[in-house]
Structure formats: structure tokens, C-alpha cells
């Protein structure tokens, strides 16, 4: 028999909502002895079966749920089920594409599992120790049933921390190159999966990065701050802008901007300024400067609830100077993803910003991360990446 624990009364209502995660405060008592990484059975005060799963008692995560059926072992098998049908959801809803995630943690089954893949390359991320203890396995199931030799580990989130476990990145199978060409949208991009943002680019944004080439109108003026390495810019100039102008603080990213831009024949559409968003926004409404598309896709600006209130001062900033760069009939594009920012004040944020500029702002689209970023409805914070889509007069 499985060890267990007994959750209190809110423990017990978390787990009837179907949040996937014990915390330690619900926690009232215990049988058996609880290993970390081992499988363990939750129960209610009433001896009641709530859920199985990993424990690990040096996270405040005392336990991950996996299955809520007391008849389904937690092994190899269930893993693999696990995988297949994150898999074949992936291929239903995007045939043929080569650069997606292709596991999302708790949103597939697999609490604390991340796998991207870009191209014949697949990147895994494991943030919970169970995961990290079952790596091996999780790298030859992935292997037989993807066809994909190449693993490599990016295991450098933060997150890991919490789960006692430390930060490393590096290969799980033979060594290869780690720059690896893929292609979204018909646009070429060459991501580094051992140095790039998150697992090497911004798979979340892929489905808005289609959904902006519809807001582009022929010939127009478009800005991109926060550019990163150019997706939403090239997307621009692809749609059929006269003219993009990206904004970008690294200079490393910038150089790879440039890179996509000559690689994709572009070039002459695309320029790129090394510089502070915020300063240079107001450097653009000070020489008077008008585009017909802004995009706004920032860092996070706060990765704690307390500096939440800050973090919309700069969403407010940023916004309010987009908006007097934008002529009548402009589109702005506005994003954040802090997942402490809900969508709801992030929007209010962005209405302020627009009466502050005396524009008015309709809304056309509501957008956020793409199919292949679910979200869990039992976990607000795992819808992270909030966006609008407004047209500007």
C-alpha cells in the first residue's frame, strides 16, 4: 500500500477544483513513510481518495498530482500515455509545424515537465524533483516517440529552487550543434537552445505572431519595441510593412534581429536601434514620429505579487507613450506576461493609459499564449501571457 497524506478541509476543496498541487499548510497528517520523489496517495479527513502523485517534502509543493483514479498506477506507463497525448493534441492542432511546445507541464498531466521543440531538436525543462528523478526516462520515451535524437537539458529555471534542486543546463544525448534553424510562419529563425530566452525563443507568441500579419496594413510604418531577436518585427515586414523599426537593449539580440532580417530578405524593410524602450518612446513622441502599428512585448516586469503595483506604473509608461506615436485608425499590440498581472487590471492599465493620452482606444481582439501553451483553469497563474489588440483614434 502506497503511503499517504490527509489534507485539512481547504486542502480537500483545492483538490475537489482540480488544482494539481498539496501545500504544505494542508497537510494534517500522515501514513506510511513519505520518501521525496516517491508515488503517494492523498486522502481526506473522512478517508476519502482525492488524487496520486510525486511528494516532496523539501517543497512547499507537498505533493503533484497525477491521476485522481485510485486504479491507475503512477509509473513508466503512465508517462508514456501522458507524452502520446500531449503529442497527437500538438499534431491536431498544428500538422507539420516543427517549432512548438510539445509538453506543458500541468496542463498535459506531467506537473513540473516542459519539452520544446525546435526542429530535430527537443529542449526539456524539469522544475519538480520528480521530474528531474525520472529525466532519463522521460528522454527515451520522448526519443521513441517522436523519432528525435537530440535532448538537450534546460534546467536553469528558478523554479527548480523551490523544489530543493539546482540549476544546470546541458545535453542528454550526444552532443550536437546548439544552434538550430526552424521556421514559423514561413519565416526562418535561428534559435540557440543553450543561451536563449526561456528554451531559445518565444514559442508562446506564435499564434499572435500570425494574428498581427491581418493588422499590417500595405506599406505601413510599424514599431517593435522589445524586439528580442525580431519575430513580431519580421512578422511585420512580412505582412507587407513599408517600414519596421525595432527597439532592443541587448545587443546580442540585436545583432540576431539583424541576422533574421538578412536571412529572410528583409533587410531593407527592417531596421534596428540598440536602446532603452522607455527612453527612446519618448525620444519618438518628442521628434514627432508616427506609426501605424505598435507592438508592445516587455520582459516581465515583477516576479513577486508585492512589486505588482510598480510593474503597472511601467505597463502604464510604456503604453501611454505608444499611443501618441499612433495615428488615427492605429493598431496597438500590448502585452504582459507576469502572471501576477491579471488580465483585468492589465487591461485597466492600458484604458488608463489611453484617457492619460487623450486617445480613444477600441478593443478589437483579446489575445494570450498559443494553443500549445494551455492554460489550467484550477490555476489562474498559468494563464500568464495577457494581450489586446486595439485600434487607436
Not at 539580440?253 to 538578412?262: C, K, M, S
Request: glycine share 8%; with cysteine; proline share 3%.
Amino acid at each position: 500500500m502506497l503511503a499517504r497524506v490527509i489534507v485539512n478541509k481547504a486542502g480537500e476543496a483545492r483538490q475537489r477544483r482540480g488544482h494539481p498541487w498539496v501545500y504544505e499548510g494542508e497537510i494534517v497528517d500522515a501514513q506510511g513513510a513519505l520518501e521525496d520523489g516517491a508515488v503517494v496517495d492523498c486522502y481526506s479527513r473522512r478517508g476519502q481518495f482525492l488524487g496520486r502523485g510525486y511528494y516532496n517534502g523539501r517543497s512547499k509543493i507537498r505533493l503533484r498530482v497525477l491521476t485522481r483514479d485510485p486504479h491507475e498506477a503512477v509509473d513508466e506507463a503512465l508517462l508514456r500515455r501522458r507524452l502520446a497525448w500531449a503529442l497527437a493534441r500538438r499534431q491536431r492542432l498544428y500538422p507539420g509545424a516543427s517549432a512548438l511546445r510539445l509538453v506543458h507541464a500541468e496542463a498535459d498531466g506531467l506537473p513540473g515537465l516542459t519539452v520544446d521543440r525546435y526542429a530535430e531538436v527537443l529542449v526539456l525543462q524539469c522544475t519538480s524533483l520528480a521530474m528531474d528523478l525520472q529525466q532519463a526516462q522521460l528522454v527515451r520515451l520522448l526519443q521513441e516517440l517522436t523519432g528525435i535524437p537530440h535532448v538537450y537539458a534546460r534546467n536553469d529555471h528558478s523554479a527548480r529552487r523551490n523544489d530543493g534542486l539546482a540549476l544546470h543546463s546541458g545535453f542528454l544525448s550526444a552532443p550536437f550543434p546548439t544552434t538550430v534553424r526552424i521556421a514559423e510562419h514561413g519565416l526562418a529563425f535561428d534559435v540557440d537552445v543553450a543561451t536563449g530566452h526561456k528554451t531559445g525563443f518565444y514559442l508562446d507568441q506564435m499564434d499572435n505572431h500570425l494574428a498581427l500579419r491581418a493588422l499590417v496594413p500595405a506599406g505601413a510604418a510599424v514599431l517593435d519595441a522589445f524586439c528580442y531577436t525580431g519575430a513580431f518585427a519580421l512578422h511585420a515586414a512580412a505582412a507587407g510593412a513599408g517600414e519596421v523599426l525595432g527597439l532592443e537593449v541587448s545587443e546580442a539580440a540585436l545583432a540576431l534581429a539583424r541576422h533574421h532580417a538578412e536571412l529572410n530578405r528583409l533587410a531593407h524593410v527592417c531596421r534596428f536601434e540598440a536602446a532603452n524602450a522607455f527612453d527612446r518612446l519618448r525620444q519618438l513622441v518628442a521628434e514627432g514620429r508616427q506609426f501605424d502599428v505598435v507592438i508592445l512585448d516587455p520582459p516581465s516586469f515583477t516576479q513577486h505579487r508585492a512589486a505588482v503595483d510598480k510593474a503597472l506604473s511601467g505597463y502604464k509608461e510604456i503604453n501611454l507613450r505608444a499611443l501618441k506615436l499612433l495615428r488615427p485608425g492605429g493598431v496597438l499590440l500590448t502585452f504582459t506576461c507576469s502572471y501576477y498581472i491579471e488580465r483585468a487590471r492589465f487591461v485597466a492599465t492600458v484604458a488608463e493609459a489611453a484617457a492619460d493620452a487623450r486617445r480613444q482606444l477600441i478593443v478589437r481582439q483579446h489575445l494570450g499564449q498559443a494553443l500549445h501553451h494551455p492554460e489550467v483553469l484550477a490555476i489562474p497563474e498559468t494563464g500568464y501571457l495577457k494581450g489586446l489588440v486595439g485600434e487607436v483614434w
